[in-house]
T-cell receptor
Framework: RKEVEQDPGPFNVPEGATVAFNCTYS??????FFWYRQDCRKEPKLLMS???SGNEDGRFTAQLNRASQYISLLIRDSKLSDSATYLC????????FGAGTRLTVKP | NAGVTQTPKFQVLKTGQSMTLQCAQD?????MYWYRQDPGMGLRLIYY???????DKGEVPNGYNVSRLNKREFSLRLESAAPSQTSVYFC??????????????????FGPGTRLTVT
């Protein structure tokens, strides 16, 4: 079983839709959590950290559920520019990445 | 600030050839990392350097060596390239390793990547 698992998608949604991604992790001792965005043929870029209390940045909301060992990312009012692959990352000294969930937002 | 830079951007090698991938960061970060990214596999850690003067193996170190030349620079060497090493290689850096209270931790920042093909 992979340490960090994501639904690979693709998720195809219309502009303005709300979309949610989940990511599960197997190491209960994991200390910190992140969401990265990766555009085609580019490097991953930090989207947001995921704090224990949950956090929001504009249209993006990240949540952590330690009991069930998953993190989530909610994108509201999707824009065309949100089309990308979203990687979750779980840190327990070494960062472990999910394989990514591909999102396409269509007009 | 350039952030994290990598050279070269693209490389084609024949089986058995060697090469060194270069990485530099200007964020005064202590920790640096090398990853490879393959379709469906996600990013996998090859080697890391928690601080200047130290290096350690990650998940997939076989066939690679690294050098932390100074605080800014961290290079990855393929001594005898194999087709299985065809991949996209990313260098990353962070202020430190590990986590902080409340689910917080040290974010990693990535370079633009090197696309390596071994024939």
């Amino acid at each position: 079983r992979k340490e960090v698992e994501q639904d690979p998608g693709p998720f195809n949604v219309p502009e303005g839709a709300t979309v949610a991604f989940n990511c599960t992790y197997s190491n209960s001792a994991s200390q910190s959590f992140f969401w990265y965005r990766q555009d085609c043929r580019k490097e991953p870029k930090l989207l947001m950290s995921v704090y224990s209390s949950g956090n929001e940045d504009g249209r993006f909301t990240a949540q952590l559920n330690r009991a069930s060992q998953y993190i989530s990312l909610l994108i509201r009012d999707s824009k065309l520019s949100d089309s990308a692959t979203y990687l979750c990352a779980v840190n327990n000294n070494d960062m472990r990445f999910g394989a990514g969930t591909r999102l396409t937002v269509k007009p | 600030n350039a952030g994290v830079t990598q050279t070269p951007k693209f490389q084609v090698l024949k089986t058995g050839q060697s090469m060194t991938l270069q990485c530099a960061q200007d964020m005064n970060h202590n920790s640096m990392y090398w990853y490879r990214q393959d379709p469906g596999m996600g990013l996998r850690l090859i080697y890391y350097s928690a601080s200047e003067g130290t290096t350690d193996k990650g998940e997939v170190p076989n066939g690679y060596n690294v050098s932390r030349l100074n605080k800014r620079e961290f290079s990855l060497r393929l001594e005898s390239a194999a087709p299985s090493q065809t991949s996209v290689y990313f260098c990353a850096s962070s202020e430190a390793r590990g986590g902080l209270a409340g689910g917080r931790g040290y974010e990693q920042y990535f370079g633009p990547g090197t696309r390596l093909t071994v024939t």
